[in-house]
């Protein structure tokens, strides 16, 4: 993804991932959030895609964006959650890609913390703690659908 849609999508997308095993109930029940889960929001006349595929303890997850002029940036991440009672979860980055953009070397994304706000079945909306502290609000929520 380009420098600047990486940004902005960063608290976005491992608000969904870092929340998936937050709730105590599926913290028992790691299977329930296995399959993939998808999310798209719509910035500035960008579209932007988080697909994020569970695995037990396990997580990979691509970010696409497609701007209003047809480019299109994409990044992946794999790793692993740590659940923390009563409604957190820790996001561990493992490994990530690409690991250069435009010849410059690109760091690995930030570990982070979520909370789940509301879960069903089929669908989760989780808020992004950091993002949370900084500027609360809806541009700190995502809402993620189970595809599989």
């Given at each position: ?90 996001f561990q980055v493992l490994d990530w890609s690409p690991k250069d953009y435009q010849g410059q070397p690109m760091s690995m994304p930030p570990n982070s913390n979520v909370t789940i706000e509301r ?30």
């Open positions: 993804m380009g420098v600047l849609g990486d940004q902005r999508m960063k608290p976005l997308a491992y608000a969904f991932v870092l929340g998936l095993l937050a709730v105590p109930a599926l913290a028992q029940q790691a299977s329930d959030l296995n399959g993939q889960w998808h999310a798209r929001v719509i910035a500035n006349g960008n579209t932007i895609d988080t697909v994020v595929v569970i695995n037990g303890q396990q997580y990979s997850m691509t970010v696409t964006e497609v701007t209003s002029q047809g480019y299109q940036y994409a990044t992946s991440q794999a790793g692993q959650f740590y659940f923390t009672p009563p409604g957190h979860l820790g879960m069903d079945e089929q669908t989760l909306v989780v808020t992004d703690d950091l993002c949370m502290r900084n500027s609360p609000g809806a541009q700190c929520a995502a809402t993620f659908v189970r595809e599989l």
